[in-house]
């Protein structure tokens, strides 16, 4: 999904999406620093990491890679897991809040959208499956089970010390890896599966408030 082209065919609609989409992937990053901090580590903090401000953030090749193939990401927010406690807790926590973040994002723009709290004929009626289709492929992805991505943290936290130093190894290879993985299509079964299982928690969530 290239949201490029809303900029030429349709700038009043791409602006405040491109809005809505950037602070997707810095509440995303905030929500990890806010996370730690519950769990003892001041490091983002110390680095003004838990702002708002977009430019404490942003991130120029993941900006552009959310506006070109419909996912990106900002800076990482500076966590120092060994200050967490308790630690395996404190790990799985971390790296779930920003996945749970895009979550309850696209449950936002969903209920907002389904519950007619805009009107039809509005430009928010045109953004919000966007926004909620693009964070739940932002929560999808950063589920993947690959170091750097939230999904390798999260198994992290299960695994035995000599587990998790093994996969930490393979952080240095990291991004390389998922490059190759996703222009050769292997990845795509994962993330739909992903995908569907995001869905499903939605669909728990939305059923909380009919």
Known sequence: MSLLRLLL????????LAVL??????????AHGWCAR????????????????????????????????????????????ANL??????????ALAGCATNILIA????YVQQGHLVRADSIFSAILPIVARINIMLGAFNLIPIPPLDGSKILMSFLPDGAQRSLAW??????AMLILLLFTGWLNPLIALTERFIYSVLGLLLSLFR
């Open 21 to 30: 989409l950037l602070y997707s992937v810095i509440a995303h990053e905030v």
């Open 170 to 175: 393979l952080e240095r290879y990291g991004f």
């Open 9 to 16: 065919n349709a700038p009043h609609v791409f602006l405040p």
């Open 38 to 81: 519950l769990f003892g580590d001041e490091t983002a903090a110390r680095y003004g990491r838990l702002t708002l401000n977009p430019l404490s953030h942003l991130n120029l090749t993941g900006t552009l890679m959310l506006f070109l193939v419909g996912f990106g990401w900002a800076k990482p927010v500076p966590v120092n897991y």
């Open 107 to 110: 449950a936002g723009a969903i």
């Open 85 to 94: 406690k308790p630690i395996r807790l404190g790990v799985f926590c971390v």
